[in-house]
């Protein structure tokens, strides 16, 4: 079965560094795009960055840009998220998300806080 488990999160200050990682399996991983998505406190889970399969094509958010960076190792099946320059306002529960076939898989969720 697919399982996605991340890790990495933590308390960091306003402008430090995170990064955060996750481990696939049960599916093909190189075939697949992935995701990071993000749910802040109170609001509704949003979309950060995706990865193309080969990890030749990366997009993010407009909030985002220039400070995290999303890369995948297709042989060790693991996908990151580095987050630098990190704002009170990126604190929320961060997740690793695949969509095989139209349907959705989820990691557990990692926290990130950041202290202003």
């Known amino acids: 079965q697919v399982q996605l488990v991340e890790s990495g999160g933590g308390l960091v200050q306003a402008g430090g560094s995170l990064r955060l990682s996750c481990a696939a399996s049960?599916?093909?991983?190189?075939?697949?795009?992935m995701n990071w998505y993000r749910q802040p406190p109170g609001k509704e889970r949003e979309l950060v960055a995706i990865?193309?399969?080969?990890?030749?094509?990366?997009a993010y958010i407009d909030s985002v840009k220039g400070r995290f960076v999303i890369s995948r190792d297709n042989a060790e099946n693991t996908v990151a998220l580095q987050m630098n320059s990190l704002k009170p306002e990126d604190t929320a529960v961060y997740y690793c998300?695949?969509?095989?076939?139209?349907?959705?898989?989820w990691g557990q969720g990692t926290q990130v806080t950041v202290s202003s």
């Open positions: 998300n695949v969509r095989i076939n139209g349907r959705d898989y």
């Open positions: 049960g599916f093909t991983f190189s075939d697949w795009p």
């Open positions: 990865i193309r399969s080969a990890g030749t094509f990366t």
